[in-house]
């Protein structure tokens, strides 16, 4: 898996958890993978990063804990890490 592949599974994750893409001071920074935003700019609370992890792992297959999200805290860390461990198994 690419990372711009799992930054879009990240995207897609955080916005089924948060609907992050109806927010028109979010949308263009989404769609620019040189920004990097944090799960807290987003308003990610732990029930929506339990929900944002539930997500990824039926899409892609890996188990990703919500403490991984506090760990790798933003969305381009938290595609970095996913890319590791897809490229790990």
């Known amino acids: 898996m690419t990372l711009a592949e799992a930054r879009m599974k990240v995207l897609q994750a955080l916005d089924t958890a948060i609907d992050i893409f109806n927010r028109p001071e979010l949308n263009s920074k989404l769609r620019d993978p040189g920004i990097d935003l944090t799960f807290a700019e987003m308003g990610l609370d732990s029930l929506d990063a339990v929900q944002c992890c539930m997500v ?6 890996i188990d990703i804990d919500p403490a ?22």
């Open 56 to 61: 990824i792992e039926e899409d892609i297959g």
């Open 68 to 89: 991984d999200l506090a760990i790798h805290d933003s969305i381009n860390k938290l595609a970095e890490h996913i890319v590791q461990r897809t490229n790990a198994a």
